[in-house]
Protein backbone atom coordinates (compact mmCIF):
# COMPACT_ATOMS: atom_id res chain seq x y z
CA UNK A 1 0.00 0.00 0.00
CA UNK A 2 3.19 2.57 0.56
CA UNK A 3 3.31 2.60 -3.46
CA UNK A 4 -0.56 3.54 -3.75
CA UNK A 5 -0.46 7.43 -3.40
CA UNK A 6 -3.17 9.56 -4.95
CA UNK A 7 -2.97 13.38 -6.03
CA UNK A 8 -4.56 16.23 -8.24
CA UNK A 9 -2.21 16.86 -11.13
CA UNK A 10 -4.14 19.80 -12.55
CA UNK A 11 -4.51 22.87 -10.05
CA UNK A 12 -6.93 23.44 -7.48
CA UNK A 13 -9.58 25.63 -8.45
CA UNK A 14 -13.09 25.36 -10.43
CA UNK A 15 -11.52 24.82 -13.77
CA UNK A 16 -13.79 22.53 -16.57
CA UNK A 17 -11.83 19.57 -16.36
CA UNK A 18 -8.86 18.04 -13.53
CA UNK A 19 -7.07 15.71 -13.44
CA UNK A 20 -6.04 13.05 -10.55
CA UNK A 21 -3.58 10.97 -10.48
CA UNK A 22 -3.32 7.29 -8.76
CA UNK A 23 -0.22 5.40 -8.79
CA UNK A 24 0.66 1.95 -7.32
CA UNK A 25 -0.64 -1.98 -7.21
CA UNK A 26 -3.56 -1.33 -5.23
CA UNK A 27 -4.51 1.78 -7.70
CA UNK A 28 -6.89 -0.36 -10.04
CA UNK A 29 -8.51 -2.70 -7.49
CA UNK A 30 -9.60 0.43 -4.98
CA UNK A 31 -10.61 2.40 -8.28
CA UNK A 32 -13.07 -0.80 -9.51
CA UNK A 33 -14.72 -0.41 -5.73
CA UNK A 34 -16.17 3.18 -6.91
CA UNK A 35 -16.72 2.18 -10.24
CA UNK A 36 -20.53 -0.02 -11.19
CA UNK A 37 -19.18 -1.06 -14.62
CA UNK A 38 -15.10 -2.39 -13.41
CA UNK A 39 -12.32 -0.89 -15.59
CA UNK A 40 -10.50 -3.94 -17.42
CA UNK A 41 -7.04 -4.36 -16.44
CA UNK A 42 -5.92 -3.52 -20.36
CA UNK A 43 -3.30 -1.24 -21.48
CA UNK A 44 -3.78 1.80 -23.81
CA UNK A 45 -7.83 1.93 -23.12
CA UNK A 46 -9.88 4.73 -22.34
CA UNK A 47 -13.05 4.43 -19.84
CA UNK A 48 -16.23 6.54 -19.42
CA UNK A 49 -17.06 5.75 -16.19
CA UNK A 50 -19.49 6.61 -13.28
CA UNK A 51 -17.73 7.56 -10.15
CA UNK A 52 -19.39 6.60 -6.39
CA UNK A 53 -18.80 7.58 -3.00
CA UNK A 54 -20.43 5.28 -0.45
CA UNK A 55 -23.12 4.79 -3.20
CA UNK A 56 -23.91 8.31 -4.00
CA UNK A 57 -23.11 9.06 -7.74
CA UNK A 58 -20.09 11.82 -7.18
CA UNK A 59 -19.52 12.22 -11.22
CA UNK A 60 -18.77 11.04 -14.56
CA UNK A 61 -14.96 10.63 -15.62
CA UNK A 62 -12.70 9.54 -17.94
CA UNK A 63 -10.16 6.78 -16.91
CA UNK A 64 -6.92 5.92 -18.00
CA UNK A 65 -5.21 3.08 -16.79
CA UNK A 66 -1.64 2.47 -18.02
CA UNK A 67 -0.56 -0.41 -16.19
CA UNK A 68 3.18 -1.39 -15.20
CA UNK A 69 5.83 -1.02 -16.36
CA UNK A 70 4.24 0.83 -19.48
CA UNK A 71 3.33 3.77 -17.46
CA UNK A 72 5.20 7.00 -16.84
CA UNK A 73 6.00 6.13 -12.72
CA UNK A 74 6.59 2.60 -14.20
CA UNK A 75 4.03 1.09 -11.89
CA UNK A 76 0.48 0.73 -12.45
CA UNK A 77 -0.96 4.54 -13.05
CA UNK A 78 -4.70 5.64 -13.43
CA UNK A 79 -5.48 8.83 -14.45
CA UNK A 80 -8.72 10.09 -14.04
CA UNK A 81 -10.34 13.24 -16.27
CA UNK A 82 -13.66 14.60 -13.83
CA UNK A 83 -15.49 17.72 -13.95
CA UNK A 84 -13.14 20.36 -12.42
CA UNK A 85 -15.35 20.89 -9.46
CA UNK A 86 -13.71 21.78 -5.87
CA UNK A 87 -16.02 19.67 -4.27
CA UNK A 88 -15.66 16.93 -7.35
CA UNK A 89 -12.27 16.97 -6.68
CA UNK A 90 -12.39 16.61 -2.76
CA UNK A 91 -14.93 13.84 -3.09
CA UNK A 92 -13.15 11.62 -5.65
CA UNK A 93 -9.86 12.24 -3.44
CA UNK A 94 -11.44 11.58 -0.07
CA UNK A 95 -12.82 8.38 -1.50
CA UNK A 96 -9.44 6.98 -2.07
CA UNK A 97 -8.25 8.40 1.04
CA UNK A 98 -10.45 6.07 2.98
CA UNK A 99 -9.09 3.27 1.29
CA UNK A 100 -6.29 3.63 2.96
CA UNK A 101 -4.94 5.82 0.13
CA UNK A 102 -2.32 8.40 0.74
CA UNK A 103 -1.67 11.82 -1.03
CA UNK A 104 1.54 12.10 -2.83
CA UNK A 105 4.60 13.81 -1.55
CA UNK A 106 6.17 16.62 -4.49
CA UNK A 107 7.39 15.01 -7.35
CA UNK A 108 6.57 11.59 -6.33
CA UNK A 109 5.33 10.11 -9.73
CA UNK A 110 8.68 11.34 -11.13
CA UNK A 111 10.61 9.90 -8.20
CA UNK A 112 8.65 6.41 -8.92
CA UNK A 113 9.44 6.70 -12.29
CA UNK A 114 13.75 7.20 -11.75
CA UNK A 115 13.16 4.41 -8.99
CA UNK A 116 11.95 2.46 -11.49
CA UNK A 117 14.73 3.29 -14.28
CA UNK A 118 12.20 4.84 -17.02
CA UNK A 119 14.15 8.42 -16.74
CA UNK A 120 17.72 9.11 -15.08
CA UNK A 121 18.23 12.36 -12.96
CA UNK A 122 19.16 14.69 -15.99
CA UNK A 123 16.07 13.76 -17.44
CA UNK A 124 13.93 14.25 -13.82
CA UNK A 125 15.48 17.67 -13.36
CA UNK A 126 14.33 18.76 -17.44
CA UNK A 127 11.21 17.61 -16.43
CA UNK A 128 11.05 20.15 -13.40
CA UNK A 129 12.40 22.88 -15.65
CA UNK A 130 10.41 22.03 -18.11
CA UNK A 131 6.81 22.76 -15.60
CA UNK A 132 8.45 25.26 -14.25
CA UNK A 133 9.43 26.95 -17.45
CA UNK A 134 7.85 30.89 -17.53
CA UNK A 135 9.48 32.44 -21.23
CA UNK A 136 11.06 31.42 -24.19
CA UNK A 137 14.74 30.90 -22.85
CA UNK A 138 14.27 28.43 -19.86
CA UNK A 139 11.72 26.60 -22.36
CA UNK A 140 13.89 26.25 -24.90
CA UNK A 141 16.72 24.69 -22.47
CA UNK A 142 14.05 22.27 -20.54
CA UNK A 143 12.71 20.76 -24.23
CA UNK A 144 16.44 20.34 -25.44
CA UNK A 145 17.39 18.85 -22.53
CA UNK A 146 14.18 16.77 -21.83
CA UNK A 147 14.08 15.78 -25.60
CA UNK A 148 17.45 14.33 -25.12
CA UNK A 149 20.01 15.89 -26.80
CA UNK A 150 22.00 16.81 -24.12
CA UNK A 151 21.04 13.05 -22.85
CA UNK A 152 21.94 11.38 -25.67
CA UNK A 153 25.49 13.07 -25.37
CA UNK A 154 26.25 11.93 -21.63
CA UNK A 155 24.86 8.49 -22.85
CA UNK A 156 27.54 8.75 -25.82
CA UNK A 157 30.29 9.45 -23.71
CA UNK A 158 29.47 7.32 -20.88
CA UNK A 159 29.27 4.08 -23.51
CA UNK A 160 32.56 5.68 -24.38
CA UNK A 161 33.85 5.48 -21.35
CA UNK A 162 32.67 2.12 -20.27
CA UNK A 163 34.58 0.49 -23.43
CA UNK A 164 37.72 2.14 -22.63
CA UNK A 165 37.53 1.02 -18.97
CA UNK A 166 37.06 -2.95 -20.66
CA UNK A 167 39.72 -2.47 -22.55
CA UNK A 168 42.35 -1.19 -19.61
CA UNK A 169 40.91 -4.08 -17.46
CA UNK A 170 42.07 -6.12 -19.93
CA UNK A 171 45.31 -4.32 -20.48
CA UNK A 172 45.44 -4.72 -16.55
CA UNK A 173 44.49 -8.22 -16.44
CA UNK A 174 46.16 -9.88 -19.02
CA UNK A 175 49.92 -8.13 -20.10
CA UNK A 176 50.22 -10.64 -22.56
CA UNK A 177 47.31 -10.08 -24.68
CA UNK A 178 48.06 -7.87 -27.92
CA UNK A 179 44.70 -5.61 -27.17
CA UNK A 180 44.92 -3.32 -30.24
CA UNK A 181 41.64 -1.52 -29.31
CA UNK A 182 44.14 -0.42 -26.69
CA UNK A 183 46.49 1.77 -29.12
CA UNK A 184 47.48 4.52 -26.96
CA UNK A 185 47.13 6.84 -29.56
CA UNK A 186 43.28 6.05 -30.54
CA UNK A 187 42.68 6.25 -26.31
CA UNK A 188 44.36 9.90 -26.44
CA UNK A 189 41.91 10.60 -29.79
CA UNK A 190 39.06 9.67 -27.79
CA UNK A 191 39.39 11.13 -25.10
CA UNK A 192 39.89 14.27 -27.28
CA UNK A 193 36.79 13.91 -29.00
CA UNK A 194 34.68 13.85 -26.11
CA UNK A 195 36.23 16.64 -24.20
CA UNK A 196 35.87 18.63 -27.13
CA UNK A 197 31.75 18.10 -26.72
CA UNK A 198 32.14 18.83 -22.92
CA UNK A 199 34.15 22.07 -23.44
CA UNK A 200 31.70 23.09 -25.80
CA UNK A 201 28.66 22.30 -23.51
CA UNK A 202 30.65 23.67 -20.81
CA UNK A 203 31.42 27.23 -22.17
CA UNK A 204 27.49 27.27 -24.02
CA UNK A 205 26.36 26.96 -20.21
CA UNK A 206 28.63 29.60 -18.95
CA UNK A 207 26.93 32.01 -21.40
CA UNK A 208 23.21 31.05 -21.10
CA UNK A 209 22.61 29.92 -17.44
CA UNK A 210 22.78 33.08 -15.73
CA UNK A 211 19.97 34.20 -17.90
CA UNK A 212 17.46 30.60 -17.77
CA UNK A 213 15.36 31.56 -14.91
CA UNK A 214 15.20 35.20 -15.46
CA UNK A 215 16.32 38.66 -17.38
CA UNK A 216 16.24 41.30 -15.04
CA UNK A 217 17.51 44.24 -16.69
CA UNK A 218 18.59 47.49 -15.31
CA UNK A 219 18.50 51.14 -17.17
CA UNK A 220 21.10 53.50 -15.34
CA UNK A 221 23.27 56.17 -17.01
CA UNK A 222 24.28 59.69 -15.42
CA UNK A 223 20.43 62.15 -14.29
CA UNK A 224 18.74 63.71 -16.82
CA UNK A 225 20.03 61.36 -19.99
CA UNK A 226 16.13 59.81 -20.21
CA UNK A 227 16.36 56.58 -18.03
CA UNK A 228 12.71 56.92 -16.73
CA UNK A 229 11.32 58.14 -20.24
CA UNK A 230 13.04 55.05 -21.64
CA UNK A 231 11.38 53.05 -18.86
CA UNK A 232 7.51 54.54 -19.89
CA UNK A 233 8.20 54.11 -23.44
CA UNK A 234 9.61 50.19 -23.26
CA UNK A 235 6.26 49.60 -20.68
CA UNK A 236 4.32 51.75 -22.93
CA UNK A 237 3.06 53.27 -19.30
CA UNK A 238 3.86 56.22 -17.99
CA UNK A 239 5.06 54.41 -14.35
CA UNK A 240 7.66 56.15 -13.63
CA UNK A 241 8.26 60.24 -13.25
CA UNK A 242 10.12 62.17 -16.07
CA UNK A 243 11.05 65.43 -15.86
CA UNK A 244 13.87 68.16 -16.91
CA UNK A 245 15.33 68.07 -13.28
CA UNK A 246 18.32 66.39 -12.67
CA UNK A 247 17.39 63.69 -9.68
CA UNK A 248 14.70 62.98 -10.32
CA UNK A 249 14.26 59.17 -10.18
CA UNK A 250 15.47 58.10 -6.53
CA UNK A 251 13.84 54.72 -5.54
CA UNK A 252 14.29 51.91 -8.19
CA UNK A 253 11.33 51.44 -10.45
CA UNK A 254 10.51 48.00 -11.62
CA UNK A 255 8.54 46.49 -14.46
CA UNK A 256 8.29 43.62 -16.86
CA UNK A 257 8.35 43.48 -20.54
CA UNK A 258 7.86 41.02 -23.08
CA UNK A 259 10.16 40.80 -25.82
CA UNK A 260 9.02 37.85 -28.43
CA UNK A 261 7.55 35.70 -25.69
CA UNK A 262 10.91 36.13 -23.65
CA UNK A 263 10.00 38.03 -20.39
CA UNK A 264 12.25 40.72 -18.95
CA UNK A 265 12.23 41.96 -15.20
CA UNK A 266 13.27 45.82 -16.32
CA UNK A 267 14.39 48.65 -13.13
CA UNK A 268 14.77 52.19 -13.84
CA UNK A 269 17.32 53.46 -11.55
CA UNK A 270 18.60 56.93 -9.62
CA UNK A 271 21.44 58.61 -12.54
CA UNK A 272 24.55 58.27 -10.97
CA UNK A 273 27.04 61.57 -10.30
CA UNK A 274 28.73 62.96 -7.48
CA UNK A 275 26.74 64.28 -5.28
CA UNK A 276 26.62 65.65 -1.38
CA UNK A 277 22.30 65.55 -1.19
CA UNK A 278 21.45 62.36 1.14
CA UNK A 279 18.51 61.21 -0.20
CA UNK A 280 19.90 60.96 -3.81
CA UNK A 281 23.63 59.34 -2.73
CA UNK A 282 20.59 56.94 -1.27
CA UNK A 283 18.94 56.43 -4.56
CA UNK A 284 22.69 56.23 -6.29
CA UNK A 285 23.90 53.03 -3.45
CA UNK A 286 20.49 51.65 -4.67
CA UNK A 287 21.40 51.89 -8.35
CA UNK A 288 24.73 49.87 -8.06
CA UNK A 289 22.71 47.44 -5.90
CA UNK A 290 20.46 47.01 -8.93
CA UNK A 291 23.16 46.74 -11.12
CA UNK A 292 24.61 43.84 -8.87
CA UNK A 293 21.46 41.67 -8.86
CA UNK A 294 20.90 42.65 -12.64
CA UNK A 295 22.22 40.27 -15.44
CA UNK A 296 21.88 42.59 -18.19
CA UNK A 297 22.24 46.28 -18.07
CA UNK A 298 21.47 49.19 -20.72
CA UNK A 299 23.77 51.90 -20.56
CA UNK A 300 21.99 55.20 -21.55
CA UNK A 301 24.05 58.67 -22.24
CA UNK A 302 22.71 61.61 -24.49
CA UNK A 303 25.74 63.05 -25.54
CA UNK A 304 27.61 59.67 -26.61
CA UNK A 305 30.03 59.12 -23.72
CA UNK A 306 29.30 56.69 -21.31
CA UNK A 307 31.16 57.15 -18.11
CA UNK A 308 32.74 54.01 -16.59
CA UNK A 309 30.68 52.30 -13.63
CA UNK A 310 32.51 49.55 -12.83
CA UNK A 311 30.04 46.53 -13.87
CA UNK A 312 31.12 43.16 -13.18
CA UNK A 313 32.48 42.04 -17.06
CA UNK A 314 30.02 38.80 -16.69
CA UNK A 315 26.85 41.19 -17.29
CA UNK A 316 25.98 41.94 -21.12
CA UNK A 317 25.84 45.75 -21.58
CA UNK A 318 23.72 47.15 -24.37
CA UNK A 319 24.94 51.10 -24.91
CA UNK A 320 21.63 53.20 -25.70
CA UNK A 321 22.75 57.28 -26.98
CA UNK A 322 19.46 58.80 -26.24
CA UNK A 323 17.76 61.97 -27.60
CA UNK A 324 19.13 61.39 -30.60
CA UNK A 325 16.19 63.94 -32.20
CA UNK A 326 17.93 66.63 -30.96
CA UNK A 327 21.22 65.86 -33.26
CA UNK A 328 21.29 66.35 -36.79
CA UNK A 329 23.22 63.87 -38.58
CA UNK A 330 23.84 61.06 -35.77
CA UNK A 331 26.85 59.26 -35.96
CA UNK A 332 25.62 55.03 -36.09
CA UNK A 333 27.85 52.50 -34.39
CA UNK A 334 28.02 48.80 -33.93
CA UNK A 335 28.91 50.11 -30.17
CA UNK A 336 25.76 51.79 -29.47
CA UNK A 337 22.29 51.72 -30.57
CA UNK A 338 20.12 54.80 -30.90
CA UNK A 339 17.03 55.78 -29.79
CA UNK A 340 14.50 58.62 -28.84
CA UNK A 341 13.11 57.57 -26.26
CA UNK A 342 10.64 60.76 -25.86
CA UNK A 343 9.07 59.99 -29.21
CA UNK A 344 9.06 56.08 -28.74
CA UNK A 345 11.30 55.56 -31.37
CA UNK A 346 12.99 52.63 -29.58
CA UNK A 347 12.90 50.20 -32.25
CA UNK A 348 16.52 49.96 -32.29
CA UNK A 349 17.16 48.55 -28.46
CA UNK A 350 13.72 46.62 -28.38
CA UNK A 351 15.92 44.85 -32.15
CA UNK A 352 18.85 44.34 -30.00
CA UNK A 353 17.16 42.86 -27.08
CA UNK A 354 14.92 40.41 -29.32
CA UNK A 355 18.96 39.56 -31.33
CA UNK A 356 20.20 38.78 -28.05
CA UNK A 357 17.51 36.37 -26.93
CA UNK A 358 17.29 34.69 -30.40
CA UNK A 359 21.64 34.65 -30.05
CA UNK A 360 20.77 32.30 -26.58
CA UNK A 361 18.57 30.71 -28.11
CA UNK A 362 20.82 29.20 -30.51
CA UNK A 363 23.35 28.76 -27.91
CA UNK A 364 20.53 26.66 -25.89
CA UNK A 365 19.80 24.63 -29.42
CA UNK A 366 23.37 23.91 -29.89
CA UNK A 367 23.73 22.47 -26.26
CA UNK A 368 23.83 23.95 -22.95
CA UNK A 369 23.21 22.24 -19.26
CA UNK A 370 19.81 23.06 -17.49
CA UNK A 371 21.51 23.92 -14.10
CA UNK A 372 24.39 24.65 -12.14
CA UNK A 373 24.61 21.05 -10.48
CA UNK A 374 25.39 19.59 -14.31
CA UNK A 375 27.52 22.58 -14.75
CA UNK A 376 29.85 22.00 -12.09
CA UNK A 377 29.84 17.96 -12.63
CA UNK A 378 30.59 18.87 -16.21
CA UNK A 379 33.42 21.14 -15.10
CA UNK A 380 35.26 18.72 -12.99
CA UNK A 381 35.23 16.12 -15.71
CA UNK A 382 36.31 18.48 -18.34
CA UNK A 383 39.49 19.25 -15.81
CA UNK A 384 40.07 15.72 -14.97
CA UNK A 385 39.88 14.87 -18.39
CA UNK A 386 42.50 18.16 -19.53
CA UNK A 387 44.50 16.60 -16.57
CA UNK A 388 44.83 13.05 -17.77
CA UNK A 389 44.97 14.02 -21.43
CA UNK A 390 48.57 16.18 -20.24
CA UNK A 391 50.20 13.39 -18.14
CA UNK A 392 48.78 10.88 -21.02
CA UNK A 393 52.30 10.29 -22.31
CA UNK A 394 54.15 9.75 -19.11
CA UNK A 395 52.00 7.06 -16.66
CA UNK A 396 51.48 3.86 -16.49
CA UNK A 397 48.64 1.76 -16.96
CA UNK A 398 47.47 1.36 -13.73
CA UNK A 399 46.96 6.02 -13.44
CA UNK A 400 45.52 5.57 -16.93
CA UNK A 401 42.68 3.66 -15.01
CA UNK A 402 42.83 5.76 -12.00
CA UNK A 403 42.02 8.69 -14.21
CA UNK A 404 38.98 6.51 -16.34
CA UNK A 405 37.63 5.53 -12.88
CA UNK A 406 37.84 8.74 -11.47
CA UNK A 407 35.40 10.25 -15.05
CA UNK A 408 33.21 7.02 -15.02
CA UNK A 409 32.33 8.20 -11.10
CA UNK A 410 31.47 11.56 -11.83
CA UNK A 411 29.48 10.69 -14.86
CA UNK A 412 27.33 8.15 -12.64
CA UNK A 413 27.04 11.17 -10.14
CA UNK A 414 25.60 13.66 -13.33
CA UNK A 415 23.15 11.02 -14.09
CA UNK A 416 21.90 9.71 -11.07
CA UNK A 417 23.37 6.74 -10.62
CA UNK A 418 24.70 7.63 -7.14
CA UNK A 419 22.40 10.66 -6.10
CA UNK A 420 22.94 11.23 -2.60
CA UNK A 421 18.86 11.24 -0.82
CA UNK A 422 19.59 14.70 0.23
CA UNK A 423 20.06 16.27 -3.33
CA UNK A 424 17.46 14.06 -4.54
CA UNK A 425 14.75 15.52 -2.07
CA UNK A 426 15.84 18.99 -2.60
CA UNK A 427 15.40 18.08 -6.18
CA UNK A 428 11.73 16.22 -5.52
CA UNK A 429 10.92 19.43 -3.43
CA UNK A 430 10.79 21.82 -6.21
CA UNK A 431 8.13 19.89 -7.68
CA UNK A 432 4.69 20.52 -8.11
CA UNK A 433 2.49 17.27 -6.17
CA UNK A 434 1.09 15.34 -8.89
CA UNK A 435 4.09 15.25 -11.21
N1 LIG B 1 14.47 65.57 -26.81
C1 LIG B 1 14.41 64.52 -26.03
N2 LIG B 1 14.24 64.66 -24.73
C2 LIG B 1 14.17 63.54 -23.96
C3 LIG B 1 14.27 62.26 -24.53
N3 LIG B 1 14.17 61.35 -23.52
C4 LIG B 1 14.01 62.03 -22.39
N4 LIG B 1 13.99 63.38 -22.65
C5 LIG B 1 13.84 64.45 -21.69
O1 LIG B 1 14.93 64.48 -20.78
C6 LIG B 1 14.52 64.88 -19.49
C7 LIG B 1 14.93 63.88 -18.46
O2 LIG B 1 14.22 62.67 -18.67
P1 LIG B 1 14.11 61.54 -17.57
O3 LIG B 1 13.52 60.36 -18.23
O4 LIG B 1 13.44 62.05 -16.36
O5 LIG B 1 15.64 61.32 -17.28
P2 LIG B 1 16.33 60.37 -16.20
O6 LIG B 1 17.55 59.84 -16.80
O7 LIG B 1 15.35 59.39 -15.68
O8 LIG B 1 16.72 61.40 -15.08
P3 LIG B 1 16.96 61.15 -13.52
O9 LIG B 1 15.85 60.33 -12.96
O10 LIG B 1 16.98 62.51 -12.96
O11 LIG B 1 18.28 60.49 -13.39
C8 LIG B 1 13.00 65.06 -19.58
O12 LIG B 1 12.72 66.42 -19.79
C9 LIG B 1 12.61 64.27 -20.79
O13 LIG B 1 11.44 64.71 -21.44
C10 LIG B 1 14.42 62.14 -25.93
O14 LIG B 1 14.49 61.07 -26.53
N5 LIG B 1 14.50 63.32 -26.64
MG1 LIG C 1 14.60 59.08 -13.83
Redesign the pocket.
Known amino acids: MENTFIALSSPFNKSAIAIIRINGDKSLEITNSFLIKKVENSRGKRFLRKFYNNGQFIDEVVLNFYPAPHSYTGDDLIEIMCHGSVYIIEQIIASYNSKGVRYAGPGEFTRRALINSKLDFVKAESINELVNSENKLSHDSAINSYDGTVNKLFREIRKELNFLWANLEVDLDYPEFDNQNLDKSIIKCRIEKMLKSLKEINNNSESVLPFLKNITISIIGK?NVG??TLLNALLKNNK???SDIPG??RDVVEGEINIHNQKMKIS?T??VHSTEKIVEKEGIKKTFETIKKSNLIIHVSDDGEWEDMDIPKSKKIIYVYNKIDLIKNPLKSDEYVCISAKNNKIDTLSGELFAWVNEMSEIIADNCLINYRQWNICQLIQKKMEEWLEKFNAIQEDLHAFFLNEIKHLFDELLGKKIEDNLENTLFNHFCVGK
Open positions: PKSAIVTTDAG
